[in-house]
């Protein structure tokens, strides 16, 4: 091992974490002069102490000891060095996780990378040579989404499926999992694999509304490879603005919008109508409906709106079950792609418990009782003495 560049990763790998020579010595059992020796290139590690390194700085052994990896892992690399507070680990972690069970799925069972539909490349190059670089965020957002409709023959009517379009058409792995609520969405993406990662523990309309968000970021081509949003309603960015208008508009078309309401005064019935047609946050339509775009409300209703809880609207409209509305939902979705090949090759002795794991994020022991339950299990070893 090159002990010199070793420690340099080290130290950079332990400065973009904010931890301290003296917080990883004690964590490694060493003085902080010794973990300053490390970093020098003056002290040797052994095998074991570079995973533990490894472990500490929640990065992959490959990345401590700077080993050539294909396009994937080194993505679930960067996600973790990517700039964050503590709280946004978990779902970084949950990415890297992701990542590296493609990564080993594509070496195991030879699982292709998801590309793009001929509708998805058509969006991706009308995105390119329509949208300018200057203007509007809000108007570029908005003319994204009109393109995408177009492109994808989604007219006016509302998105059942957000998850399987992105999939489908743009490439995008799709996960939804309940990760707590300092990260609302995480978007990564590389030359030849791009995931986004929803937080289930917001409520459904509003993980819909993450999900749409990130995949601007993806069409448009973002230059930033790991997109971390803490809340994507609270952003000021002509970036982010642009894919809050391109969300709003791709699950609220104007013209469907136009067409459910079909001329009635908006009251809680009509709202809580629109909330279940087109399944989205009750704060997300209220602005939607006041956008320039739409104008079905003026700045001073949607205000007046805006003071109102969304449960209590929900119930003046009649909703019997407004919960499942407002709260959220701990859904925990994978690509399907990616499932289907990690219990394929479990099934046929090609990929082993640890990737299903990760996948799921579960215990194996619990995991492979669960798997055996379902009737997944691997090929049965073959007993060379028992005809003896």
């Known amino acids: 091992m090159e002990e010199e560049s070793i420690g340099a990763r080290i130290a950079a790998l332990r400065a973009v974490r904010g931890i301290t020579g003296g917080e990883l010595g004690q964590a490694l059992g060493l003085t902080k002069s010794q973990v300053s020796k490390i970093e020098n290139g003056t002290r040797k590690l052994d095998v074991s102490e570079v995973a533990l390194v490894a472990e500490i700085l929640g990065v992959t052994l490959a990345e401590v000891l700077g080993v050539t990896r294909k396009g994937t892992l080194a993505l679930a690399a960067r996600v973790m060095s990517a700039p964050g507070q503590d709280e946004t680990r978990p779902a970084r972690r949950r990415v890297r996780q992701l990542l590296e069970s493609e990564a080993a799925l594509s070496d195991a069972v030879g699982l292709r990378p998801a590309s793009l539909s001929a509708a998805g490349a058509a969006v991706m190059r009308r995105a390119g040579a329509e949208l300018p670089a200057e203007g509007s965020p809000v108007r570029a957002g908005t003319d994204l989404a009109a393109i995408v409709r177009e492109e994808l023959g989604l007219g006016r009517a509302p998105i059942a499926d957000l998850s399987a379009l992105c999939e489908r058409h743009f490439g995008l792995n799709a996960v939804v999992w309940p990760i707590g609520k300092a990260v609302s969405g995480l978007c990564a993406h590389g030359a030849d694999i791009a995931i986004m990662l929803v937080s289930s523990s917001y409520p459904r309309g509003h993980q819909r509304f993450t999900g749409a968000h990130e995949l601007a970021h993806h069409i448009l081509g973002d230059p930033r490879e790991v997109i971390v949003e803490a809340d994507v309603f609270m952003v000021k960015s002509p970036a982010e603005q642009r894919a809050n208008a391109f969300a709003a508009a791709l699950l609220m078309p104007s013209d469907g919008l136009q067409e459910v309401v079909a001329g009635r005064p908006l009251d809680e019935y ?119």
Do not use: C
């Open 270 to 388: 009509v709202l809580g109508e629109l909330i279940r047609e087109f399944d989205v946050s009750y704060r997300a339509l209220i602005y939607r409906l006041a956008d320039r775009s739409v104008r079905l409300l003026s700045d001073t209703q949607r205000d007046a709106w805006l003071a109102q809880t969304p449960t209590n609207v929900l119930r003046a409209a009649g909703d019997l079950t407004p919960h499942d509305l407002t709260d959220p939902d701990e859904t925990r979705r994978l690509p399907p792609r990616l499932w289907m090949a990690a219990q394929h090759g479990y099934q046929n002795g090609r990929v082993g418990l640890g990737v299903l794991s990760s996948l799921l994020d579960e215990d194996p022991d619990i995991l492979f009782s669960h798997l055996a339950d379902a009737g997944i299990k691997p090929p049965a070893v073959q007993d060379d003495l028992a005809d003896l």
